[in-house]
């Protein structure tokens, strides 16, 4: 058994330009980290208006998006929502996370934070030079950045175990200008979770206040992590977000969640045993 917080942590995700829409959970608990993501990468129409045939061979069911980070001093396993990649898919802002990774793998820090703050630091200059040698065409404007002036570019969110210690933080990448990213670094309590997706569904699954709804049309997706639980529930809440956002009544509410579906990948990250693809839910060739 673990302790819940008083207060789940719901953030929706907003469609972008380029390769958008995904849906993601993200759930820390005492045991471990759960991830559940959805496989599919579709370009958007404005995006496949102007795709040559070979970038269209790109668009597939089998995306991975979840990642792991093997250090001799912890495991951490990262997913990223918002444009995590130029149009043309020539900047793709996860193989700059595991390229940093890896430049990364022989340094020292203290804890996952401060290792964090290092790696973002690295990709924040990536992401503006890529936008400085027009790569990166446009930075988006169609979420507020909540924290101040501009509009969110992308988020990573890192979980797992370093120095034995737990790790739950996000990176927020923004702009104010349109030319110049900036970062912001957010560290959670263990006990966390996140729903990135639709904000249709985690409404009609959870409602504002991230209590299960007696009248959604999701009832066999829904997890009551308010009463209690074991890790394996939390495996239970994360997954069935994602299946509920790839299912047939999903796409009844709303056309654009074709977006969302494919083969949905789910790992664990825990203090022994490690990152570990759940059975059954992991990408092809893990």
């Known amino acids: 058994m673990f302790e819940w917080p008083a207060e789940l942590h719901f953030y929706p995700r907003v469609v972008f330009r380029g390769i958008d829409m995904s849906a993601i959970g993200i759930i820390g608990t005492s045991a471990g980290f759960a991830i559940a993501s959805d496989g599919r990468m579709r370009f958007n129409e404005e995006t496949r208006l102007k795709a040559d045939?070979?970038?269209?061979?790109?668009?597939?069911?089998?995306?991975?998006?979840?990642?792991?980070?093997?250090?001799?001093?912890?495991?951490?396993?990262?997913?990223?929502?918002?444009?995590?990649?130029?149009?043309?898919?020539?900047?793709?802002?996860?193989?700059?996370?595991?390229?940093?990774?890896?430049?990364?793998?022989?340094?020292?820090?203290?804890?996952?934070?401060?290792?964090?703050?290092?790696?973002?630091?690295?990709?924040?200059?990536?992401?503006?030079?890529?936008?400085?040698?027009?790569?990166?065409?446009?930075?988006?404007?169609?979420?507020?950045?909540?924290?101040?002036?501009?509009?969110?570019?992308?988020?990573?969110?890192?979980?797992?175990?370093?120095?034995?210690?737990?790790?739950?933080?996000?990176?927020?990448?923004?702009?104010?200008?349109?030319?110049?990213?900036?970062?912001?670094?957010?560290?959670?309590?263990?006990?966390?979770s996140f729903l990135l997706g639709p904000e249709k569904i985690v409404n009609a699954m959870y409602g504002e206040n991230g209590r299960p709804l007696n009248d959604s049309p999701f009832p066999q997706y829904i997890k009551d992590l308010n009463l209690p639980s074991s890790f394996e529930d939390a495996k239970q809440y994360v997954l069935g977000f994602v299946q509920a956002c790839c299912s047939p009544t999903a796409l009844g509410m709303d056309e654009s969640f074709k977006m969302v579906g494919g083969r949905i990948h789910m790992a664990t990250i825990t203090a022994r045993g490690g990152f570990r693809w759940v059975p059954g839910f992991e990408p092809a060739g893990a």
């Open 53 to 192: 045939k070979s970038m269209l061979t790109l668009e597939t069911d089998e995306a991975q998006k979840i990642f792991q980070i093997e250090r001799t001093d912890g495991t951490i396993a990262f997913t990223i929502t918002g444009v995590a990649a130029s149009n043309d898919l020539k900047f793709r802002l996860w193989d700059e996370t595991k390229k940093h990774a890896v430049l990364l793998s022989e340094s020292r820090f203290p804890d996952g934070l401060k290792y964090v703050k290092r790696l973002s630091a690295n990709l924040n200059k990536e992401i503006n030079m890529a936008k400085q040698a027009g790569i990166i065409e446009e930075f988006p404007q169609n979420r507020k950045f909540e924290f101040g002036s501009g509009w969110t570019i992308a988020r990573i969110f890192f979980v797992g175990y370093f120095n034995s210690a737990p790790c739950f933080v996000h990176t927020e990448f923004h702009h104010s200008d349109g030319n110049n990213s900036e970062y912001l670094i957010t560290a959670h309590p263990t006990s966390c």
